[in-house]
C-alpha cells in the first residue's frame, strides 16, 4: 500500500520541479522541464493502471488464460509508447536548442521574442 | 465498405514512404504527392457515401472486439472533416510546387506533410483516446519539423514557442489518459461514454473534463491559451502555415467537440457554461488582437483564432442546431483560412513584402486576384450570400432559442470586427495606391507579375467552394444537421462500436 | 558531438582508442546477433522488434563512437532514411495481408508450418521486423544527423 504513496509523492515531485524548470528563461532548462513533466504524466498513468507485485502477465504455452492476480499490461503498454514518442520530441527539441545557439548564440529565452513583439 | 477506414491512414502513410525513398527527385514526388491526394480524397468521398447510406462504419484493428481493441469509426462529422482535410492537403500539396524551395524540399518536405495528413485523418476516425494521443504526437512531431526546417531566425524563435505549448498540452492529455484509465478501466470512447452516464465519478467526472479542455484548448488556441499561435503560424512558408491554419487548430476543436457531445455530456452542464464564456472571450479577444497588427499573415493568425471562438459556440450552447452551425462553420473556416492564407503568397510575389502599410495597388494591377480576395474576406466578414454568413446565421439562431442573448451579442460584435479588419486588409492591399518612397531593401521585387498557375488554381478552387457554400448552402448544411444529429445523441455510436454487449 | 560529449574527440582531430575500437571489433557482431534474437523470440517472450532495433542502433552508436561518423555509414551502407521507409513499407505490408483474405485490418495471420529455428512465423512477425527497421534507422537518423554538425 505504501508504494503507492510514495509513487505519488514522486509524481507530484516530478510535476513540480517540471513546472519550475519550464518557468526558468533558459532554452535547455525548459526542454529539462517538459522531460520530467513527460515522465510525470507516465509515471502517473502507472501509479493510476493499479501495481501489483511480481505477477507479470505472461502466460506458459500450455495455458488458455492468466490465473489469479496479474499485472495489468495495458498502462505499461500505454507508458511505452509516450516514453518512444517523448524519445522522439527531445531529438528534436535538443536538435532545436543546438540551431538556436548556433544561430543566435543565446539560449535566453527572454531574447527570443522578435515574433512576439507587436509592430 | 468498412475496409476502407484504415485506407484512409494507410494512404498518406505509402504517399510519405514513398516520397521518402525517392527524395532526391523532387518530379517523382510532385508526381506521388498528387497521386496520394487524390487516392485520399477519393477514399474519404467514398466513405461520407458509405456513412450516408449505411450508417456509422467501424472497423476493429487486428479483429480485437470492442472495448478492448483499437476502433477506427467514421459518424457523418468524421468523414465530413477528413473529406474537407484532403480536399485541403490536395489543394496545399499543388500550392507546394512552386511555393516550396528546393532546399526543403530535398529535407523531405513532401514526406513530412503525407505525414501530418496522416495524424490529421487519423485523429478524426479513431474511437480510442490514446489512439487518439498517439495521432495527435504524429501530427504534432510533423509540424514541429515543418514549423522549424529551413532555419531562418523568426523559423526557430516560433518553433520554440509551438513546442514548449504543444508538448505542455500533450503532458496534459496524457495525465488524463491516466486518470481515465485508472478510474475507467478503459479507453474506448465508446465504453467511456456509457461508464460515464452512470452518476458514481461526477466529481471526478468535472475534474477529467477540464483536464481534457485544457489539453485540447491549447491545440485549438482557445482564448487563454492561443498565444503561441501569433507568435509561430506566420513564420515557415507559406503551403506550411496554410494547412496549419487550415487543419490543425481544428483537429482541436474536433477533438473538443467529440469530448464533450460524447463523453462528457451527461451532467457536465457546468462545462458547457464554461466553453460559452470561452467561447465569447476567443472571439473578440482574438479580433481585437487583429486590429494593431501589420503583418498579414499576422492580422489573418488572429482572425483565426477570433473564429475558433465561433466554432466553440455551438458547443457551448449544445442544442442539435447549434451543433448543426458549429458543423458547418467547420467546412467553411476551414476552407476560408487555407485560401487566405494561401493568399500571403500572391502578396509577397505581387507587393514583395507582407507589411501592409508598403503594399497597395494590387487592384490595379491584378483585378482578377483582388476579386477572389474579396470574396474570401467577405466570407471570413459574414457578408450575405457568403459561406461565412450562413455558419454565422445558424448559430445566432440557436443563442437566440436559448436566450442567450450576451453570446449573440458577442458574436455581432466579433462579426462587425471581423468585417472591419478584413475591409482593412483589402483596402490596404489592394485599393489605395502603393506608397511611394519605400526605400526598404526588404520590398523590392515590386515589378513582379508572373504568378504560377500551380498557385493560382488551388485559391481559385477554394474561392469556388466557398461561393458555392454560399449561394447553394443546402446540402452543405443538410450534413451538418445530420453530423449534429448524430453527435447529439450518442447512443447510436455507443451501440454500433459495443455491439449492443450492455 | 556526441563524441565530444564523451570527451573521445576534440576540435579537428579525432581521438583514436586502440581498446575501445578492438573491443568494439568483437562487440558489433554479437550486439547484431543478440538483436535479431531478442527479434526472434518477441512474439512469446520479452523481447520483439523494438528492443532488438534499439540494441542494433546502440551497436552501431558504439562503432560512431568508436570510429567514426564515416565510417559508420559506410557499415551501415543503406541511408538510415532508407531503412525507415523499409521499415513502414514492410509494416504496412503485413498490416495489409489480411484485408485480402477478408479479415479486419491488422488481424494475425499465421503460416500453418513452423520454420526451424525462427518457428511460427505470421503477419505479427513482420510487423515486429518492420518495427525493428524504422527503430534502428530512426534512431540512426537522429544520432548521425546530430554527430556529424
Redesign the interface.
Given at each position: 500500500m505504501t508504494v503507492e504513496v510514495e509513487l505519488a509523492l514522486t509524481v507530484g515531485g516530478l510535476y513540480a520541479a517540471g513546472l519550475y524548470m519550464v518557468l526558468r528563461r533558459s532554452i535547455v532548462k525548459l526542454v529539462i522541464g517538459l522531460a520530467l513533466l513527460g515522465h510525470a504524466a507516465n509515471l502517473l498513468i502507472f501509479t493510476m493502471g493499479g501495481l501489483v507485485r511480481g505477477q507479470p502477465p505472461l502466460m506458459h504455452p500450455w495455458d488458455t488464460r492468466l490465473w489469479g492476480r496479474f499485472a495489468d499490461p495495458v498502462p505499461e503498454a500505454l507508458i511505452l509508447t509516450a516514453i518512444v514518442i517523448g524519445f522522439g520530441v527531445q531529438a528534436f527539441a535538443i536538435v532545436l536548442i543546438k540551431r538556436i545557439y548556433l544561430d543566435m548564440g543565446t539560449e535566453d529565452l527572454r531574447e527570443l521574442q522578435s515574433t512576439d513583439i507587436t509592430p | 465498405m468498412n475496409n476502407a477506414l484504415p485506407l484512409v491512414i494507410a494512404i498518406p502513410m505509402i504517399t510519405a514512404v514513398i516520397s521518402l525513398l525517392g527524395r532526391h527527385r523532387p518530379g517523382m514526388q510532385k508526381g506521388v504527392g498528387l497521386a496520394g491526394s487524390l487516392a485520399l480524397l477519393s477514399t474519404s468521398i467514398a466513405i461520407l457515401a458509405g456513412v450516408l447510406l449505411e450508417g456509422i462504419l467501424s472497423v476493429q484493428i487486428g479483429n480485437w472486439p470492442a472495448p478492448y481493441g483499437i476502433t477506427l469509426v467514421a459518424d457523418v462529422l468524421s468523414s465530413l472533416l477528413t473529406l474537407v482535410a484532403a480536399v485541403v492537403v490536395l489543394l496545399v500539396s499543388i500550392a507546394s510546387w512552386t511555393e516550396i524551395d528546393p532546399d526543403r524540399v530535398a529535407f523531405g518536405y513532401h514526406p513530412l506533410l503525407h505525414i501530418l495528413t496522416m495524424g490529421i485523418c487519423g485523429s478524426f476516425l479513431t474511437g480510442d483516446v490514446f489512439n487518439l494521443y498517439v495521432w495527435f504526437e504524429v501530427m504534432l512531431i510533423s509540424s514541429f519539423v515543418l514549423l522549424g526546417f529551413g532555419g531562418e531566425r523568426a523559423q526557430l524563435e516560433g518553433t520554440t514557442k509551438y513546442v514548449t505549448l504543444n508538448l505542455l498540452s500533450s503532458t496534459l492529455f496524457l495525465a488524463g489518459i491516466g486518470v481515465l484509465y485508472g478510474t475507467f478501466g478503459t479507453l474506448n470512447m465508446a465504453d467511456l461514454a456509457l461508464q460515464l452516464r452512470g452518476p458514481t465519478h461526477a466529481h471526478l467526472a468535472e475534474t477529467l473534463a477540464t483536464l481534457f479542455l485544457l489539453a485540447f484548448g491549447i491545440k485549438a488556441a482557445v482564448f487563454p491559451l492561443f498565444f503561441w499561435l501569433p507568435a509561430s503560424y506566420h513564420t515557415p512558408p507559406v503551403p506550411v502555415s496554410a494547412v496549419f491554419a487550415g487543419l490543425l487548430t481544428k483537429v482541436g476543436i474536433y477533438a473538443l467537440v467529440r469530448f464533450f457531445t460524447l463523453i462528457f455530456s451527461g451532467d457536465a452542464a457546468v462545462m458547457h457554461r464554461i466553453i460559452l464564456v470561452l467561447a465569447a472571450f476567443t472571439m473578440v479577444v482574438g479580433i481585437l488582437g487583429a486590429l494593431p497588427q501589420r503583418d498579414f499573415r499576422r492580422i489573418v493568425s488572429f482572425n483565426l483564432i477570433s473564429h475558433i471562438g465561433t466554432l466553440l459556440v455551438g458547443l457551448g450552447i449544445f442544442t442539435p442546431l447549434a451543433l448543426a452551425g458549429t458543423v458547418f462553420y467547420l467546412m467553411h473556416d476551414i476552407v476560408t483560412k487555407t485560401c487566405l492564407f494561401l493568399f500571403t503568397s500572391i502578396v509577397q510575389r505581387l507587393g514583395g513584402c507582407a507589411d501592409i502599410g508598403k503594399l497597395g495597388g494590387l487592384y490595379r494591377s491584378h483585378p482578377f486576384m483582388a476579386l477572389l480576395f474579396l470574396l474570401a474576406a467577405l466570407s471570413v466578414g459574414g457578408i450575405p450570400p457568403l459561406s461565412g454568413f450562413w455558419g454565422k446565421l445558424i448559430l445566432v439562431q440557436a443563442g437566440i432559442a436559448e436566450k442567450e442573448y450576451w453570446l449573440v451579442a458577442a458574436v455581432f460584435g466579433a462579426g462587425f470586427l471581423t468585417l472591419y479588419s478584413m475591409s482593412t486588409l483589402w483596402s490596404e492591399v489592394f485599393w489605395k495606391d502603393r506608397p511611394e518612397a519605400i526605400g526598404d531593401p526588404e520590398c523590392e521585387c515590386v515589378g513582379r507579375t508572373f504568378l504560377p498557375l500551380s498557385l493560382v488554381t488551388p485559391i481559385g478552387i477554394l474561392v469556388f467552394l466557398i461561393v458555392v457554400m454560399g449561394i447553394w448552402p443546402s446540402p452543405f448544411f443538410h450534413l451538418a444537421e445530420l453530423a449534429a444529429r448524430q453527435l447529439s445523441d450518442p447512443q447510436m455510436y455507443i451501440q454500433k462500436i459495443l455491439q449492443g454487449k450492455p | 558531438?556526441i563524441g565530444r560529449a564523451f570527451g573521445l574527440s576534440c576540435e579537428g582531430c579525432h581521438m583514436f582508442s586502440i581498446v575501445l575500437a578492438t573491443a568494439t571489433r568483437f562487440l558489433l557482431p554479437l550486439l547484431l546477433l543478440l538483436s535479431v534474437y531478442l527479434l526472434v523470440r518477441g512474439h512469446?517472450e520479452p523481447g520483439g522488434g523494438?528492443v532488438g532495433g534499439l540494441v542494433a542502433a546502440s551497436a552501431f552508436s558504439l562503432y560512431m563512437i568508436a570510429f567514426d561518423v564515416e565510417k559508420t555509414r559506410r557499415l551501415l551502407r543503406a541511408e538510415p532514411?532508407?531503412l525507415?521507409?523499409?521499415g513502414?513499407?514492410v509494416a504496412?505490408g503485413s498490416?495489409?495481408v489480411?484485408?485480402v483474405l477478408g479479415?479486419?485490418?491488422?488481424?494475425?495471420v499465421w503460416l500453418e508450418r513452423t520454420l526451424p529455428v525462427v518457428g511460427k512465423v505470421g503477419t505479427p512477425f513482420l510487423f515486429d521486423v518492420g518495427v525493428y527497421l524504422v527503430v534502428v534507422g530512426?534512431c540512426l537518423m537522429?544520432l548521425l544527423?546530430?554527430a556529424e554538425?
Open positions: - | - | 558531438m512469446n523494438f532514411r532508407a525507415v521507409g523499409a513502414l513499407l504496412l498490416a495489409g489480411s484485408p479479415k479486419p485490418f491488422m488481424t494475425g530512426v537522429i544527423t546530430v554538425e
